[in-house]
């Protein structure tokens, strides 16, 4: 790679035109300059000998702020690359490293060298560092996206420490170095709903903190909450002591719990990445705000109380997590905005017209709601998202104060780079008079029409008696259940192609 580097002569340089040395994990570092027009070339032959050695579906992209052990240059003990030409006049009587209006870097305005590169530090074009420092982050991930997928040919992922905007387009995220603190644990749900709003929909925090010893309480509160991250991962420094689940019986239970809910949200979420991707109209779920998870003042804009709301979240627009984020507490205080709401796990409802309940919630339970009017298309879990995908299909409805209904379902293939064989479902739920019909409006563009797994259940929140009858596509059906207790209507054994005409009905 340094040869390869020094040869197309692709390395940032230092303000005499050699090559500019740091220091990061491996020893002494020479760092890409991707405004350099030969540096994706450079890159993408890097990681395709990267890949030859050892295969893997995507790439995690850290330290690129850039972070440097160095304040600044370290020296230069490897041999000299071709110069650039030197930056002529552009620093005179300025020092970039110490500005006139000093921000407060590092928390006590030092220098801006300090632990990365010279701000007098050159790229291609004559580019001052201090001009484009900001930027190494997003062209980094530009470079390492476009290289996986040519030489894989195939759709990357891509998580990168350091972003700007624009950066989601090419790249996931996770928010960086947190503790293993409580409240780390709550800052990382405004976080996350920050990189909604900053257009980076694949976004998490390190589970159970990265710096730091965790501990059995915190790590399950943790494991509950991270679960309904976009990207969650739970990751932690070599130095802390190691926090994985099953580290504790009781994490381990917690999580084989939670994550399972995750694995059977994978269609809603893989609905919601395509409708943040794409730029679609406006759909009657509010899809096309166009985040995966958002603060509850996006569905609830004229709820003057949802504006300061920032421990709790919605997964879309249906689903509401409310969690515990305080050492020793079984209890959380949950606002529901005004309409209908259904424990997701029981389907027990809960009717707001916008209060806050005292809602009763174990170590092992997080408080997970859907709202009603909302339909989420859910799968059979399994232990991989491959075996996942392999399962059944089933819709999970939540009616509102009027009967109705709405969501969508998206399915590719995952992989193909080039979104021509798709299937985008829209499920519309109404009532007339007594009868209440759910329908299926299918846009197949040859997806489904190859073998894929069935529909087999829908489960309807908010029923409120028991049907006499239940249709699907105008035949009686049998294999039907319905808990008086929590006015759920359960239909099995469906076997229904999702490509085919689907209308549900009953009364």
Request: net charge negative.
């Amino acid at each position: 790679a340094w040869y390869d580097g020094k040869t197309m002569n692709v390395f940032i340089k230092n303000k005499s035109g050699d090559i500019f040395i740091g220091k990061v994990w491996p020893g002494e570092t020479a760092f890409p300059d991707f405004f350099h027009p030969e540096a994706n070339a450079y890159w993408k032959k890097q990681i395709a000998a990267f890949l030859k050695l050892l295969p893997v579906d995507g790439l995690w992209i850290d330290m690129n702020e850039i972070s440097n052990f160095c304040n600044g240059a370290c020296g230069n003990s490897l041999a000299e690359g071709q110069p650039y030409r030197a930056y002529q006049n552009a620093t005179a009587g300025f020092d970039p490293n110490n500005p006139p209006y000093a921000i407060n870097n590092q928390g006590g305005r030092v220098a801006l060298n300090v632990k990365t590169l010279d701000m007098d530090a050159v790229h291609h074009g004559d580019v001052l560092e201090y001009n484009a420092h900001n930027l190494f982050g997003l062209t980094e991930a530009i470079a390492t996206c476009s290289a996986l997928e040519e030489v894989q040919e195939k759709r990357s992922l891509v998580i990168s420490r350091s972003t700007f905007p624009g950066s989601g387009v090419h790249t996931g995220h996770w928010t960086g170095d947190n503790h293993a603190s409580w409240d780390d644990l709550y800052y990382s749900i405004p976080g996350m709903l920050n990189f909604q709003m900053f257009g980076i929909p694949l976004v998490g925090s390190d589970i159970c903190g990265f710096i730091g010893t965790t501990n059995e309480e915190l790590c399950s509160r943790w494991m509950e909450l991270g679960a309904f991250y976009p990207f969650s991962r739970n990751h932690d420094d070599i130095h802390s002591a190691p926090q994985e689940p099953y580290r504790w019986d009781s994490v381990a239970a917690i999580s084989r719990k939670v994550l399972a809910v995750r694995y059977s949200l994978l269609p809603y979420y893989y609905t919601l990445f395509y409708l943040a991707h794409r730029t679609l109209p406006s759909t009657p779920d509010s899809s096309a705000a166009a985040t995966v998870t958002r603060p509850l003042f996006f569905e609830f804009p004229q709820d003057e109380k949802t504006y300061s709301i920032d421990k709790q979240f919605l997964v879309g627009a249906g689903l509401m997590v409310s969690p515990v984020l305080t050492q020793g507490a079984t209890i959380v205080s949950a606002y529901f905005p005004k309409g209908r709401w259904f424990d997701f796990y029981s389907g027990q409802e809960m009717t707001s017209t916008g209060q806050t309940q005292e809602l009763n919630t174990p170590i092992d339970h997080i408080q997970v709601h859907v709202r009603g009017g909302i339909t989420i298309p859910m799968q059979e879990p399994a232990l991989t998202t491959t075996a996942s995908r392999q399962n059944p299909y089933s819709l999970l409805v939540g009616l509102d104060e009027n009967g109705a209904s709405s969501g969508q379902f998206y399915l590719d293939d995952g992989e193909s780079l080039t979104m021509e064989k798709y299937t985008l479902i829209s499920y519309t739920t109404s009532r007339s008079g007594s009868t209440t019909t759910l329908k299926a409006s299918v846009d197949d563009k040859g997806y489904v029409k190859i073998s894929t797994p069935a529909l087999n259940t829908i489960t309807v929140f908010g029923v409120d008696s028991q049907p006499a009858k239940v249709q699907l596509n105008g035949k009686d059906l049998s294999t039907f259940t319905y808990d008086s207790s929590n006015k759920k209507l359960s239909v099995t054994k469906l076997s229904q192609h999702l490509s085919a005409s689907l209308t549900l009905s009953w009364e």
